[in-house]
Nanobody, 121 residues
Framework: QVQLVESGGGLVQPGGSLRLSCAASGSIFSINVMGWYRQAPGKQRELVSAITSGGSTNYANSVKGRFTISRDNAKNTVYLQMNSLKPEDTAVYYC???????????????WGQGTQVTVSS
């Protein structure tokens, strides 16, 4: 019913930047929270950053001051600008959205397919 499509991952050197995008489409009535999670090999998936429809944000301590989340509500799209990247930022990054759909009551979690970010020299 709802699809999340991510783009923008890749290979970057330490200190470099990447911008991730995630566009939601489908039977969307409204989107409450959109966010980014990441999962490194052998580790649990962790929240990187999230943003509400009103623009309130939160960040993992490990990315504060380096990553910036933003959102275009008209396009149902969330962005993650990642600066000063470190090797420990290497992971698969997943987009998440909490969505009210048009076809049934309630809110539902949806996930993107993931995009690889590799920080290496």
């Amino acid at each position: 019913q709802v699809q999340l499509v991510e783009s923008g991952g890749g290979l970057v050197q330490p200190g470099g930047s990447l911008r991730l995008s995630c566009a939601a489409s489908g039977s969307i009535f409204s989107i409450n929270v959109m966010g980014w999670y990441r999962q490194a090999p052998g580790k649990q998936r962790e929240l990187v950053s999230a943003i509400t429809s009103g623009g309130s944000t939160n960040y993992a301590n490990s990315v504060k001051g380096r990553f910036t989340i933003s959102r275009d509500n008209a396009k149902n799209t969330v962005y993650l600008q990642m600066n000063s990247l470190k090797p420990e930022d290497t992971a698969v990054y997943y987009c998440n959205a909490v969505v009210r759909v048009t076809t049934m009551p309630g809110k539902y979690d949806y996930w993107g397919q993931g995009t690889q970010v590799t920080v290496s020299s």
